[in-house]
């Protein structure tokens, strides 16, 4: 039995097939449309989501499954005591599959250990969001043909972005990726992302904090949110939120081709006033996202047309 926690659970090749078999799904659509037929899906969100459940939700159906599941733990047994352990092993008997969003780090893990079928990731604290990752993948794919040879902004709070950690794990194994990390100094990535990721693999990146001096380089801007819920005090919150603001003044040094990505919901570091530019992919993003969740569930529960 496979879960995805990390990213890095999957192969560069499992990786392909995923955006393979997206792409098939999107192509055609009916041939897929009952492969899910008498399953279940579970939604077990301890966290606030609009897009990743409501999408893990389509895709189900989409599928010819069926949901259930809580999108808050003041619903859920959570509220009584429940461990997060105890409630994997009972959701096991009514689910075939579970996708779990936690505000701990390591809550997916841990519930894998206990589950009796696969378990996903769908975002936990300030860790990791493997399947936003398998979003963005699909997206620059689709967008720029290739997942090789880019130079990737990312751009905003990359210290508690989940969304950035994983997506980060994933290009660095794709020959030709440079990175440039966008942020004010207290919201740099983790080290440990230096040290276990980048540095071993010899991948090139450099740390700024204006996303000005980057623009011209680069072939794909990743714009993130500040991430109140993770913050220790609303005084530092208040501080850095509108430390980056895009907006069309500021893509006039942008390549013609490049793809803006933001993984949503965007609070004010974009201005609406670029969502008309061709090269702004975020709302196509969202449509993406669903197409490869088809893709992971059908994958995790080993069918196919
Ligand atoms: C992201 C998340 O939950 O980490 N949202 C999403 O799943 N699309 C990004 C965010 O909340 O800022």
Same mark, same amino acid.
């Given at each position: %039995? ?23 799904? %999107? ?16 939604? @077990? ?9 409501? &999408? ?14 809580? &999108?808050?733990?003041?619903?859920? &047994? ?21 996708? %779990? ?13 206990? &589950? ?98 980057? %623009?011209?380089?680069?072939?794909? @801007? ?38 803006? @990505? ?37 994958? @995790? ?5």
């Amino acid at each position: %039995m496979r879960h995805l926690i990390d990213i890095r659970d999957l192969t560069a090749e499992e990786i392909d097939r995923l955006l393979d078999d997206a792409r098939d799904i %999107m192509a055609r659509p009916e041939a897929w449309s009952r492969v899910c037929q008498g399953k279940k899906l579970a939604t @077990l969100f301890y966290e606030p989501s609009t897009r990743t459940r409501l &999408s893990f939700e389509a895709a189900m159906y989409e599928l010819g499954g069926n949901v259930l599941g809580f &999108s808050a733990a003041g619903e859920s &047994s959570a509220a009584k005591g429940e461990t997060v352990s105890d409630t994997v092993r009972v959701v096991s008997c009514y689910a075939d599959i579970i996708a %779990m969003r936690h505000p701990r780090e390591g809550a997916p893990l841990a519930a894998a250990r206990k &589950s009796g079928v696969p378990v996903i990731n769908a975002g936990d604290g300030g860790h990791n969001h493997p399947t936003q990752t398998l979003t963005d993948l699909l997206t620059i794919q689709q967008e720029k043909g290739r997942l090789t040879n880019l130079t990737v902004g990312l751009c905003g709070d990359l210290k508690f972005g989940r969304t950035v950690h994983s997506l980060l794990c994933a290009m660095a194994r794709y020959e030709g990726i440079r990175f440039v990390l966008i942020s004010p100094e207290e919201l740099r990535i983790p080290q440990y992302l230096c040290t276990d990721v980048l540095d071993p693999a010899g991948i090139p990146y450099r740390q700024t904090a204006s996303l000005e001096e980057a %623009m011209p380089d680069l072939d794909i @801007l990743y714009m993130t949110r500040v991430q109140r819920e993770r913050f220790f005090n609303e005084a530092d919150y208040v501080r850095l939120k509108d430390s980056y603001v895009l907006t069309p003044e500021k893509l006039r040094t942008a390549k013609t081709d490049l793809a803006i @990505l933001h993984p949503l919901p965007r609070v004010s570091e974009i201005s609406p006033a670029v969502d008309d530019d061709p090269r702004a992919c975020y709302f196509r993003q969202v449509l993406y996202g669903k197409f490869v969740r088809m893709a992971l569930i059908s994958m @995790l529960l080993e069918v196919h047309p």
